[in-house]
Structures are given as C-alpha cells and as structure tokens.
Nanobody
Framework: QVRLEESGGGLVRPGGSLRLSCAAS????????MGWNRQASGKEREFLAS???????TYADSVKGRFTISRDNTEKTVYLQMDDLKPEDTAVYYC?????????WGQGTQVTVSS
C-alpha cells in the first residue's frame, strides 16, 4: 500500500509559479505511474499530468507548456512545477499513483491564484 502526502500549495499571483511535491511512503514505486489531478470548486476532478516509471510524461492540453511533472524514484517523490499560473488554475491539487488496477490518492493541497 502506498500513502501519499502533497505539499507546496498556497496563494500566488497570476503569472507566478509554484512547485508541488508529493511524497510516497510504503512500498517501492517500481512500475507505478505517478500523476497529478485537480478539482476546482463545483467541478469534476481533472487530469493534469502523469509520468511513468521510466520518465514518459503525458499532459492535459490545459496545462501543456506551463506545467512540468517530474519524479525522483530514490526519494519516492513526484513534483509538479507550475508556471504562468492563472486564476482558473485555482483548485485542490491531488497526486496519485497507479499500477494495474491499484490506485492511491493523496489528501490534496490547495492552490489559489489571485491578485
């Protein structure tokens, strides 16, 4: 079983940057895909980005070119670098891991983009 804890959220002005971290504990992450989703108030949870065991990345069109996902397998951590943030990026950001039918989610971290 993998437990996840996100950090790095907060309040940022439009155009600013934040770096989210998600630390995993429990089993090895070998073979797991790691990723980030977000959920804005009143909206469904939205996929943002994922990264495979060997570094292959996938991004949603809404964040492509602004967000960058990376992982450190030694530290069992996945990161989301967010640049050029917009008010519409305001949401609770969740990390997750997946392997086959197994998935685990973190509790989320709030990101607010406002002037």
């Amino acid at each position: 079983q993998v437990r996840l804890e996100e950090s790095g959220g907060g309040l940022v002005r439009p155009g600013g940057s934040l770096r989210l971290s998600c630390a995993a504990s429990g089993s090895s992450l070998r073979g797991y895909t790691m990723g980030w989703n977000r959920q804005a108030s009143g909206k469904e949870r939205e996929f943002l980005a994922s990264i495979g065991d060997f570094g292959k990345t996938t991004y949603a069109d809404s964040v492509k070119g602004r967000f960058t996902i990376s992982r450190d397998n030694t530290e069992k951590t996945v990161y989301l670098q967010m640049d050029d943030l917009k008010p519409e990026d305001t949401a609770v950001y969740y990390c997750h891991v997946r392997k086959g039918l197994y998935a685990s989610w973190g509790q989320g971290t709030q990101v607010t983009v406002s002037s």
